[in-house]
């Protein structure tokens, strides 16, 4: 389909909707922004050659200036691409890719941690998904597909998001990255960021027994705050086939009778999916 101004002009509070809404990141973000606003029905002609020539201007800064650093590598492709790439290949036509995927961050080995730490700090703007849903909920019939494909960078579970590439590096390396043991305590233990300690909680679950120790010594410590053991129980149910999960429904049968009742839910949860597992 062909974008024109008669089938993708916005109306004037279709058009203040977007223009109201912080602009994407340098490398999808002018696109998307050129179109809204040139085939918008109030634009003039010269107003229009003014806008491309100042967003083709703003992206050669962006790209000058905005380039992110360099990650590490392996077969010609940088991390990211990799994880990306094993999240999106679960078909049996894509097991290879997975498995290449899965090989490649192996081999990029410890080299990957600085990225993925700093990844696993990252925190969706709350006005991306407020765009993304505004954007959904438009009328089919103005529903244009450069709209659909201008919105998936928006998309909340999308492979490509920052702290999703952290989940999927922790997993793919398990004990290799136990070196960001102590910089994933540290964030777990940050309750003045919660969502950035729940993601740092499953990264330790992932990195193998120096993860898990730290882990079941919080949960049973009752000087931790109640916060912090109820995170650490929801998680430790997951690792139901690690060799001490003995410890592990002990430790949880514990905290299931704790005053707190944070903890005793979260307690209470984590044994009923542990033994919905087992049957």
Not at 42 to 51: H, Q, V, W
Not at 141 to 147: A, G, L, T, V
Request: hydrophobic share 45%; with cysteine.
């Amino acid at each position: 389909m062909s974008l024109t101004p008669s089938n993708c002009s916005l109306s004037r509070s279709q058009t203040k909707l977007l223009a109201d809404s912080p602009c994407f990141n340098y490398r999808t973000g002018f696109v998307f922004w050129l179109q809204v606003l040139w085939y918008s029905s109030d634009m003039k002609p010269s107003s229009r050659a003014l806008l491309a020539v100042c967003c083709v201007a703003a992206a050669l800064v962006g790209t000058l200036l905005l380039v992110p650093a360099r990650e590490p590598g392996a077969k010609g492709h940088c991390l990211s691409y990799w994880l990306v790439a094993y999240r999106t290949n679960w078909s049996e036509l894509g097991l290879s890719a997975k498995n290449e995927a899965w090989d490649s961050v192996q081999q990029i080995g410890t080299n990957a941690i600085p990225c993925l730490l700093k990844w696993v700090r990252y925190e969706e703007p709350a006005w991306r998904g407020k765009l993304y849903l505004r954007l959904m909920r438009l009328p089919r019939k103005q529903q244009r597909p450069w709209i659909i494909k201008a919105a998936r960078p928006l998309v909340p579970c999308r492979p490509e998001r920052p702290d999703a590439m952290a989940r999927t590096g922790f997993e793919i390396l398990g004990s290799k990255a136990e070196a960001a043991l102590p910089q994933l305590v540290s964030l777990a233990s940050d309750v003045r960021a919660t969502n950035t300690a729940q993601r740092a909680i499953f990264c330790l679950t992932k990195i193998g027994p120096a993860g898990f120790s730290y882990l079941l010594t919080t949960l049973t410590n009752s000087t931790s705050s109640g916060w912090l053991r109820a995170s650490m129980a929801r998680q430790l149910c997951y690792m139901e086939s690690h060799p001490s999960t003995g410890a592990v429904v002990s430790a949880l049968n514990v905290a299931a009778k704790d005053p707190d009742p944070l903890l005793h839910k979260a307690a209470a949860d984590s044994l009923a999916h542990m033994v919905a597992l087992n049957r």
